[in-house]
């Protein structure tokens, strides 16, 4: 690498699926344990206030890579039949093919779930791998260990802890063995794996002791949307566990959904040991986030979808360790698709016009400026829209009569009453819509 190369420094940007804001321990969170991306908030800035542009993957994933809302495409949900391909001006304007403009080699690994005839290649990028799980980091790894005539920017997908959707669908099917719900061994098998309890522990001691306990809003809202009712009833293996899943089985389900986010924090850590290895550690922007949320027994849900924080409030760190700043935190409101700005000007390069996030760079380095940064974020999703303001969550869903819902976050944070008819928050919805 020239010398001239050499003050650029390199990109690394993990994401995993499926996790919310709350699964780390860096977070305050005591049920689990990620060592490694609580080493890259302590070395870094942690965004505590981050949301995703849509709560499901694939529409998350094309604003990640594209830095568009998904409905850009037409894009509400994971399905996808209804788009017959993919505007050129879309798959042009690229993350990998913005950066390789700017002289980066785009590198991509792991999970793609992207619509259409949308691909990572058609988005500039070169492929490394298709694993999302120790083969990824065994090939990020071997990756970052190389010698680089260019800098790289490397973007690695992993896939959990995802594997916690089988545990509802898995469940379901024992009682309803013609549910033709997906079915996937190695996820399965991972799963189990989570689901195991600390060896020579009785039930007693398991649930008193170790397992987490319920959410304090693990009941459903009084006057839930119905759109979310809809949502339930339209797969069956929801309802079916709202309905049954005894207590103990819902805080199983937290336990397994912890154990699988210790699992790709390992694997995140074999790339961030790559990185110490090859001496790129400290020149190399790490920027860490998730597509989306799980509901994680929140409103005796999971999976994701709706607009509660369980499923659209996300992990976003960026560590840039020439910023000069450490354990640093920032709850000014930012977006994932503020990841695609950010890698553009960390690269070097001005972010296209059609980005509708903005760049964290100058937060990251600058901690307090940039007073004018943005005061609210908006959610897509398949069944409405949602804005986030600092201290309220405004959801128009797109049917019936508690359609419009307004949480107080502040005095409500786990979203449990509809204040939208409250004259006492003094917030103009109108001024929401």
């Known amino acids: 690498m020239s010398a001239t190369d050499r003050d650029r420094q390199n990109l690394v940007f993990v994401f995993t699926d499926q996790q919310h804001a709350d699964m780390l321990s860096c977070a305050g969170n005591d049920y689990l344990d990620t060592p490694v991306m609580d080493e890259l908030a302590e070395t870094g800035t942690r965004f505590e206030r981050a949301y995703c542009a849509n709560p499901v993957c694939s529409p998350s994933r094309v604003s990640l890579l594209t830095g568009r809302f998904p409905s850009a495409i037409d894009q509400r949900s994971n399905e996808d039949d209804h788009i017959d391909s993919i505007p050129d001006a879309v798959t042009n304007g690229g993350l990998g093919h913005q950066l390789r403009e700017a002289g980066y080699r785009p590198v991509y690994g792991g999970k793609e779930h992207l619509p259409a005839d949308m691909t990572v290649e058609s988005l500039g990028f070169d492929r490394l791998t298709r694993d999302t799980r120790d083969g990824l980091a065994a090939e990020c790894a ?71 306990p319920l959410p304090e809003n693990f009941e459903p809202q009084t006057d839930e949307p119905e759109a979310i009712a809809d949502r339930v009833s339209a797969r069956p293996f929801k309802q079916h566990i709202r309905e049954e899943w005894s207590e103990e089985r819902w805080r199983e389900h937290r336990w397994a959904y912890a154990r699988l986010t210790e699992f790709v924090d390992r694997q995140i850590g074999t790339l961030v040991d790559a ?16 597509d989306h949320g799980d509901m994680d027994a929140a409103h005796r849900l999971e999976h994701k979808t ?34 695609y700005p950010t890698l553009c000007e960390y690269a070097g390069v001005e972010a296209p016009d059609h980005c509708a996030g903005r760049s964290v760079g100058p937060l990251v380095r600058d901690g307090e400026s940039s007073a004018d940064w943005r005061d609210a974020v908006r959610i897509e999703s398949e069944i409405g829209e949602a804005l986030v303001t600092e201290r309220y969550k405004y959801a128009l869903y797109d049917f ?3 359609r419009e819902q307004l949480y107080d976050l502040v005095e409500d944070p786990g979203e449990t009453r509809n204040a939208i008819d409250d004259p006492e928050t003094g917030v103009d919805t109108d001024s929401l819509r």
């Open 142 to 212: 071997e990756f970052l260990r190389r010698d680089h005539d260019d800098p790289f920017c490397l973007v690695a997908s992993f896939i959990n802890p995802h594997d916690i959707c089988y545990m509802a669908i898995r469940d379901y099917r024992r009682v309803a063995p013609d549910f033709a719900g997906p079915q996937h061994d190695v996820a399965e098998a991972t799963l189990d794996e989570a689901l195991e309890r600390p060896e020579g522990i009785d039930d007693e001691t398991f649930f008193a002791e170790h397992c987490p």
């Open 275 to 290: 990185l110490k290895e090859s001496g790129e550690w400290e020149d190399t922007v790490f920027v860490f986030a998730s």
């Open 306 to 339: 709706v607009f509660y924080e369980e499923s659209v409030h996300v992990p976003f760190i960026v560590r840039d360790p020439r910023s000069g700043r450490t354990a640093a935190t920032d709850d000014r409101l930012v977006s994932l698709l503020d990841v």
């Open 400 to 402: 019936g009569a508690n």
